[in-house]
T-cell receptor, first 113, second 116 residues
Framework: KAGVTQTPRYLIKTRGQQVTLSCSPI?????VSWYQQTPGQGLQFLFE???????NKGNFPGRFSGRQFSNSRSEMNVSTLELGDSALYLC????????????FGPGTRLTVT | AQTVTQSQPEMSVQEAETVTLSCTYD???????LFWYKQPPSRQMILVIR??????QNATENRFSVNFQKAAKSFSLKISDSQLGDAAMYFC?????????????FGKGTKLSVIP
């Protein structure tokens, strides 16, 4: 069974632009979570989607948004990029709402210049 | 809010030796889960081992085992017979259903080096 996939793997954007990252969960998994990883703040929870509904959101500004499609694929969007948004963005999937085990994708490295 | 603390930013171990990584956490929940994740330089976060808080028996997965002390809120990872491929960042993580979803709270990580 294929693992979690994320596209693109690397991205370079300019301040003020917006970006969309994509995540495809493991087949059959219905929950997708997003995390931001930076050297200073470590790993921080962004949001979680299950059955196309956002179930929880971390402490991030409204510039960070996401959605989930009926096939469980998820996208996250960051608008008006700032230098501090440079990070590794990790997506994780789990099979259902009551399952606590998460499996991570390889991440998207976003660099904002 | 739950917090996870890893007090060892870096550690090293000789190949074939044993090393223990420390983790403490703080929570008011009674039902929760703890994990150790490994992140090699390739960046892929890999689940190493999991522990359900309601289980008294410590989890083991091949060369990896944990020492779970619920009263002390301690969750250490022991790696036996260390191999070069064990070199990576190791993150301790906590989750519960208390927030309505199983979001993970991570420690800052421990960078493990394996010396040949």
């Amino acid at each position: 069974k294929a693992g979690v996939t994320q596209t693109p793997r690397y991205l370079i954007k300019t301040r003020g632009q917006q970006v969309t990252l994509s995540c495809s969960p493991i087949s059959g998994h219905r929950s997708v979570s997003w995390y931001q990883q930076t050297p200073g703040q470590g790993l921080q929870f962004l949001f979680e989607y299950f059955s196309e509904t956002q179930r929880n959101k971390g402490n991030f500004p409204g510039r960070f948004s996401g959605r989930q499609f009926s096939n469980s694929r998820s996208e996250m969007n960051v608008s008006t990029l700032e230098l501090g948004d440079s990070a590794l963005y990790l997506c994780a999937s789990r099979i259902q709402a009551s399952s606590y085990e998460q499996y991570f994708g390889p991440g998207t490295r976003l660099t904002v210049t | 809010a739950q917090t996870v603390t890893q007090s060892q930013p870096e550690m090293s171990v000789q190949e074939a030796e044993t090393v223990t990584l420390s983790c403490t956490y703080d929570t008011s929940e009674s039902d929760y889960y703890l994990f150790w994740y490994k992140q090699p330089p390739s960046r892929q976060m890999i689940l190493v081992i999991r522990q359900e808080a309601y289980k008294q028996q410590n989890a083991t997965e091949n060369r990896f085992s944990v020492n779970f002390q619920k009263a002390a809120k301690s969750f250490s990872l022991k790696i036996s017979d260390s191999q070069l491929g064990d070199a990576a960042m190791y993150f301790c993580a906590y989750t519960s259903s208390g927030a309505g979803s199983y979001q993970l709270t991570f420690g800052k990580g421990t960078k493990l080096s394996v010396i040949p």
